[in-house]
């Protein structure tokens, strides 16, 4: 395949985003949180939660299962805790609210946190994280999926890639944020992948028989099939620890799905018995504490900062030429996409076309 990569402004990409929302007929104030969950995963260089799954929203709210109007329901409200139903709305819009109340929650009795029900796709987990990091709080986030994920000597997909994020306030100029599936990977870089046009790595997916699979776009057709199924980190059986992947999806389950009354494996699947498509009816959890009310926030952010730094100027393998910390990558990555823009590529481009074309949005001058 030539490569035709082409970078994107982040102010022309924001602007794009935001009008397509717009333009389903998601309110403006709506419309701009989606948009800035979205660039935030870009910015970080998470090609596959950012302007990539923008389609995916598109088409949703086409087929009717996502409302482009969030009605966010308060089922059960604590001192600290909460439980939302989000009637299918939109999850950025959703996980933003669940997650500032559980920052105010924790800002005045030290803990706070909100289950979610009948929510939909949120973007990155991370930002969540990053809500309460900037508050001066320790942030974390769950989350579940689609199923796409086979448990420990299983084949069939029945979890999502249930991620889980972390994120805490440092010294330095950037936080601590941990971001990652409990797979290996997960089906959002396997669609980067098919719109580069690249196989899939062998040991990220199996099939029905517990084979690895690398057709990418059999992959993407067949896990909805229950073909194919991702692994969890570990990979298959024990030995590299599939197990301990396989239990912090469970986990992540438990906590979206459980604490909220809220749908679970195969009722997030997106389909009814039939095989029509229905609202994804997510499910996610969501925690903030407020250092404050531990330690003095200036000390826990030199503590935390001292221990990344000891980790990085640790005894580096030989050949290797830097040792990270969780959350220094996407910083360093970020300065390069503000300079430079979003990176776009033939595929990605010809959803973009798409969306403009139907939208009617004309003020685009893109080039391609």
Same mark, same amino acid.
């Given at each position: 395949?030539?490569?035709?990569?082409?970078?994107?402004?982040?102010?022309?990409?924001?602007?794009?985003?935001?009008?397509?929302?717009?333009?389903?007929?998601?309110?403006?104030?709506?419309?701009?949180?989606?948009?800035?969950?979205?660039?935030?995963?870009?910015?970080?260089?998470?090609?596959?939660?950012?302007?990539?799954?923008?389609?995916?929203?598109?088409?949703?709210?086409?087929?009717?299962?996502?409302?482009?109007?969030?009605?966010?329901?308060?089922?059960?409200?604590?001192?600290?805790?909460?439980?939302?139903?989000?009637?299918?709305?939109?999850?950025?819009?959703?996980?933003?609210?669940?997650?500032?109340?559980?920052? /105010?929650?924790?800002?005045?009795?030290?803990?706070?946190?909100?289950?979610?029900?009948?929510?939909?796709?949120?973007?990155?987990?991370?930002?969540?994280?990053?809500?309460?990091?900037?508050?001066?709080?320790?942030?974390?986030?769950?989350?579940?999926?689609?199923?796409?994920?086979?448990?420990?000597?299983?084949?069939?997909?029945?979890?999502?890639?249930?991620?889980?994020?972390?994120?805490?306030?440092?010294? @330095?100029?950037?936080?601590?944020?941990?971001?990652?599936?409990?797979?290996?990977?997960?089906?959002?870089?396997? @669609?980067?992948?098919?719109?580069? +046009?690249? @196989?899939?790595?062998?040991?990220?997916?199996?099939?029905?028989?517990?084979?690895?699979?690398?057709?990418?776009?059999?992959?993407?057709?067949?896990?909805? /099939?229950?073909?194919?199924?991702?692994?969890?980190?570990?990979? =298959?059986? +024990?030995?590299?620890?599939?197990?301990?992947?396989?239990?912090?999806?469970?986990?992540?389950?438990?906590?979206?799905?459980?604490?909220?009354?809220?749908?679970?494996?195969?009722?997030?699947?997106?389909?009814?018995?039939?095989?029509?498509?229905?609202?994804?009816?997510?499910?996610?959890?969501?925690?903030?504490?407020?250092?404050?009310?531990?330690?003095?926030?200036?000390?826990?952010?030199?503590?935390?900062?001292?221990?990344? =730094?000891?980790?990085?100027?640790?005894? =580096?393998?030989?050949?290797?030429?830097?040792?990270?910390?969780?959350?220094?990558?996407?910083?360093?990555? @970020?300065?390069?996409?503000?300079?430079?823009?979003?990176?776009?590529?033939?595929?990605?481009?010809?959803?973009?076309?798409?969306?403009?074309?139907?939208?009617?949005?004309?003020?685009?001058?893109?080039?391609?």
């Amino acid at each position: 395949m030539t490569d035709k990569t082409v970078y994107l402004p982040v102010e022309t990409l924001t602007r794009f985003m935001r009008d397509v929302f717009v333009h389903l007929g998601v309110p403006e104030a709506d419309a701009a949180i989606c948009t800035e969950v979205l660039i935030t995963s870009d910015l970080r260089g998470i090609e596959s939660h950012g302007v990539g799954r923008l389609k995916m929203y598109y088409d949703r709210i086409k087929q009717g299962i996502l409302s482009p109007v969030t009605t966010i329901e308060v089922v059960t409200d604590t001192p600290t805790t909460a439980v939302f139903d989000g009637h299918d709305g939109m999850g950025h819009v959703i996980g933003r609210q669940a997650m500032e109340t559980a920052i /105010k929650k924790a800002k005045d009795y030290g803990l706070g946190a909100v289950a979610v029900r009948n929510s939909s796709h949120f973007g990155i987990d991370g930002y969540y994280t990053l809500m309460a990091v900037n508050a001066g709080q320790i942030g974390l986030s769950f989350t579940n999926a689609r199923p796409s994920v086979a448990p420990t000597f299983g084949v069939a997909p029945m979890l999502g890639t249930n991620p889980i994020a972390f994120g805490a306030p440092t010294d @330095e100029e950037f936080p601590f944020l941990y971001d990652a599936a409990t797979s290996i990977s997960q089906r959002g870089k396997i @669609e980067v992948l098919a719109r580069a +046009e690249k @196989e899939t790595p062998a040991g990220w997916v199996i099939d029905r028989n517990g084979d690895l699979a690398t057709d990418t776009n059999a992959i993407l057709d067949g896990i909805p /099939k229950k073909l194919y199924a991702l692994l969890p980190l570990g990979g =298959r059986g +024990e030995t590299f620890g599939g197990h301990k992947g396989y239990d912090l999806a469970t986990m992540v389950e438990i906590l979206s799905a459980a604490l909220a009354g809220a749908a679970f494996l195969d009722g997030v699947s997106g389909f009814d018995a039939d095989g029509n498509p229905r609202p994804h009816r997510l499910g996610h959890f969501f925690m903030a504490i407020d250092i404050e009310h531990f330690i003095p926030l200036d000390e826990f952010k030199r503590i935390t900062g001292e221990i990344l =730094r000891a980790l990085r100027n640790s005894e =580096r393998a030989p050949g290797a030429d830097r040792i990270y910390t969780a959350g220094e990558k996407e910083w360093e990555v @970020e300065k390069r996409i503000r300079a430079h823009g979003v990176p776009i590529n033939r595929n990605l481009q010809k959803n973009l076309k798409v969306m403009q074309i139907d939208l009617g949005l004309t003020d685009y001058d893109f080039p391609f």
